[in-house]
């Protein structure tokens, strides 16, 4: 689901980002916009958590440098897709069809792109290069600290999604080797051989530079994905049209889907450090990187999500692939093909968590960048093998990667609806004069904050309740 977060920079370079060279921006502040707090240092802490927020004139690095738009749009594109589009049958099923599905979809997407030009208006104007950045400027450390945590949690719980989905995906090939396939071929086997031989070495560098060319590779895959749930929906190996619902359910059961929708379009962490890498970044062109790239994103969910449901109806699993037969040659090879996909994913998602826990232990033992340089590397390899082996050993005992999502989904809600919302009011706030407009995007970030905390509170509970129901529906 996210596939990177700064191309070239390192976790130090991130976080201790004041003594490193900032990202040249495309706007200048002007005399009308209201002084920021964060140009102070917050903190008593040494450089820690010291303002970045210089804007400079564009240079000739401006214009040269930076990932051109086409690019952007596969790293965005690729960041979203994953393995979401897999559980987007199960959306719809949960919905009761695909009209009240695509109704969910497009309405949280109208936000889900706005939250973009939020998150990217506050980069821009505070010289922030990645999420916690933002938080940090607008909102204090305090909340800094509490992103960090969210954040982490968030990138946990993705480990531990992409991890279920490697043993898922690889147990059916193996079936279709084998019909009684030995020990080798077993899901908990298969997963760990896979993570520990090739997601670890990909987890260990300091930059995600070795990981930033496969966002192409991520797009072809999904949408190979979008053509076998089509074929195999009209080839008729597969009894369709026998478990479909209708809406006849309580519209509030139908939230149960919102979480899935959120974490397949939930890239807002990694689109702010995607948005400082750009070539001559501003938010109109980072505007037109979005909205091509969430236009791609929903047209894979929406063909997956469709046929997957036409295809199996209720019935239809969390992971939409395990309902296809394992010997099924084309499905056999979307499943390698998204678990080679998924390996550069869950790396990157790993980088993401692993710079939140460094930022935290940075902050909390009040670390100068020449202290934290001296074992930063004996630091990253603890830290990642201890992160690593804590999602495996999950992993391991959760078989459903519907629980997972389920959890998730609610903090991605946070990421999407909650944080920009609450940094454009406070944004609003800062200025001494508040004309008419500045108060309209005052109520649009309020209604930003209650629809975050809304559907972060009701797929939390829904999600618990579910797991310890009779009736649950995972």
């Not at 490193?20 to 707090?37: A, G, H, I, N, R």
């Not at 997407?109 to 990217?120: D, E, M, R, W």
Request: proline content about 4%; some cysteine.
């Amino acid at each position: 689901m996210f596939h990177s977060a700064s191309v070239n920079m390192s976790e130090k370079e991130s976080l201790l980002g004041n003594h490193t060279e900032s990202t040249c921006y495309s706007s200048v502040k002007m005399l009308d916009q209201p002084p920021s707090s964060s140009d102070l240092d917050t903190t008593s802490s040494v450089n820690v958590f010291r303002s970045r927020s210089v804007l400079r004139n564009p240079s000739e690095d401006f214009y040269n440098r930076g990932i051109p738009i086409w690019r952007a749009v596969l790293l965005v594109v690729n960041a979203a897709l994953g393995a979401g589009i897999l559980n987007f049958p199960q959306a719809y099923a949960k919905c009761g069809g695909i009209g009240t599905a695509l109704a969910f979809q497009m309405g949280l997407l109208v936000f889900i792109t706005g939250a973009f030009l939020i998150l990217a208006y506050c980069a821009d104007k505070h010289g922030s290069q990645n999420f916690q950045e933002i938080v940090r400027e607008i909102l204090g450390p305090v909340a800094y600290i509490l992103t960090q945590i969210f954040i982490l949690l968030y990138m946990f719980g993705s480990t531990i999604a992409y991890m279920i989905l490697i043993g898922d995906q690889l147990e059916k090939v193996g079936k279709a080797i084998e019909s009684q396939p030995p020990w080798y071929f077993k899901r908990d086997f298969l997963m760990c051989f896979v993570s520990i031989v090739f997601l670890l070495p990909l987890c260990l560098p300091k930059t995600l530079k070795i990981l930033s060319y496969s966002s192409a590779l991520g797009t072809i895959g999904a949408f190979f994905v979008c053509a076998v749930t089509t074929v195999r929906y009209f080839d008729g190996n597969y009894p369709i049209k026998q478990h479909h619902t209708k809406v006849t359910i309580p519209w509030t059961e139908t939230l149960a889907a919102v979480p899935i929708i959120c974490f397949g379009f939930q890239c807002h962490v990694p689109a702010v450090a995607i948005y400082s890498e750009m070539k001559r970044a501003s938010v109109p062109r980072f505007g037109i990187v979005t909205v091509i790239a969430m236009a791609i994103c929903t047209t894979a969910y929406a063909i997956t999500g469709s046929f997957g449901y036409l295809t199996f109806g209720a019935k239809v699993q969390g992971d939409v692939l395990m309902n296809y037969h394992a010997n099924d040659v084309l499905v056999n090879m979307a499943r390698v093909m998204l678990t080679l996909i998924v390996l550069s994913t869950a790396a990157v998602v790993l980088f993401c968590g692993r710079s939140c826990v460094e930022g935290l232990y940075l902050a909390l033992f009040r670390m100068s960048p020449a202290v934290a340089e001296v074992n930063e590397r004996k630091r990253r390899i603890i830290q990642t093998l201890i992160w690593f082996g804590l999602s495996l050993i999950i992993a391991l005992f959760v078989t459903d990667i519907g629980k997972a999502v389920a959890l998730i989904g609610g903090l991605a809600a946070l990421f999407i609806f909650f944080f920009p919302g609450i940094c454009l009011v406070q944004e609003m706030l800062q200025y001494p004069v508040l004309k008419l407009s500045k108060k309209l995007l005052i109520v649009l970030g309020l209604f930003y904050v209650v629809l975050g905390v809304f559907i972060f509170a009701d797929s939390e509970v829904v999600a618990i309740m579910q797991d310890i129901s009779k009736n649950a529906l995972y």
